[in-house]
């Protein structure tokens, strides 16, 4: 197809070189202007036939700006980098340091043992299921 527009166009300029091809200004007649290949395409035509209907319902149109989804894609790269140095800078830190911050936990847990959980009941509640259990088990003893 494309080589059907070049051997016209060929054409074209090889008439307008004859003096009878002229108009009366002595002008050049214009040719018409020659089509793009692949908009003239069947399957370009097609596909944008169906991008103007999914433009016209809305399917295509997407939640964000594409300013904004760049520039969330380059935050969460940025804290990825991040992390990776700080992982980084962990790993490389000296065998020393490493060791000083393990005697520094262990000193803070010795020095602040983990409390046991405390039961947030008053304490009224709980001596009172204490007397509930001793009644129970003295009537079953008496049964016994």
Same mark, same amino acid.
């Given at each position: ?30 040719? *018409? =202007? ?5 908009? @003239?395409? %069947? ?6 036939? $169906? /991008? #103007? ?19 969330e894609h380059r935050r969460r790269n940025q804290?990825? *980098? =991040? ?5 980084? @800078?962990? %790993? ?6 490493? $060791? /000083? #911050? ?25 001596v009172r299921e204490n007397l509930r259990r ?11």
């Amino acid at each position: 197809m494309y080589s059907e527009i070049q051997r016209e166009r060929a054409d074209i300029e090889g008439l307008m070189a004859r003096p009878e091809y002229r108009d009366w200004n002595s002008e050049l007649i214009k040719p *018409k =202007k020659l089509l793009n290949p692949v908009k @003239a395409s %069947r399957s370009h035509q097609e596909l944008h036939r $169906e /991008l #103007l209907m999914n433009h016209k319902r809305g399917l295509g149109m997407d939640s964000k700006p594409e300013l904004q989804r760049v520039l969330e894609h380059r935050r969460r790269n940025q804290l990825i *980098k =991040k992390k990776e140095e700080e992982l980084e @800078a962990k %790993r490389m830190q000296c065998p020393f340091k490493q $060791e /000083l #911050l393990r005697r520094q936990q262990r000193l803070n847990q010795l020095e602040n043992p983990p409390q046991k959980d405390v039961d947030p009941s008053p304490e009224f509640i709980k001596v009172r299921e204490n007397l509930r259990r001793i009644t129970t088990l003295t009537s079953e003893e008496r049964t016994l």
